[in-house]
């Protein structure tokens, strides 16, 4: 009898769950990562999710499966990447509404979609959130684009109505987004260019090749709330040499 309620009494101890997080300890959480990869990677511990890579169809998958209401903080680093799927991860985010944590990069679908929506915002320390504009909002502008003049001069009419309907959706979803958060519109598609340093960075010209990383102060200017930490650097030379420590080939201005 003593033995069975011994095993009842270490069963039950090893099914309790963890405690919450404080945002502190949470903020200080390793994730294991190392680096940014291109595969995405995601690792959960109690009400911390932490997801690193790109953003693609696997992505969404892994959201979907680990993304549940208990999840308190998001751990990520992202350069972006597929925009559908970055907007159907932020539809799950704005509805758990977890506490997001930048570790080193967030940027593009990444900052507009998983940054933007939440409630709770850090930035931690050599970290950033990067934009560099966003989706084309008219057709002719999507069709000029490089990828979009490829899969339409090639897709048939059925994917080219399927393609259409998603990008309209994407960005209904969009704009309602950026009216609930109160964020101007500006802040995706302002071109990041008019800030290139010419003596600081002499190959920084190619059309979204610059990525805008702008400060704090500003992200609030443009109605950016819930920044609870966000660091950055002291000027622009430090930004560029934190942009090059972060990757050679970056085009990072303040």
Known sequence: MLLLLCAVVSSVARAAPQPPHSLQAAMDFDCGFKQEMMRPKMSRNGDILCYYGQINAETERLFRTNLTRDIRYLIVRSSGGEMFAAKNIGQMLERVQPAIIVDRICASGCAYYFFLPLERKVIKRHSFVGFHGGPPETRDKLFKTAAGAAFFSNAT????????????????????????????????????????????????????KPIWAPSPKTLKSFGVKGLMSAWYPASYRDMYRFGKEHDPHSCLVP
């Open 157 to 208: 009419r059925q994917d080219q109505r399927r393609i259409l309907a998603k990008w309209r959706d994407l960005l209904d979803w969009q704009n309602a987004m950026l009216k609930r958060t109160g964020v101007n519109k500006m802040l995706i598609y302002w071109n990041p260019a008019k800030r290139i340093r010419k003596d600081l960075e002499p190959g920084c010209y190619a059309p979204n």
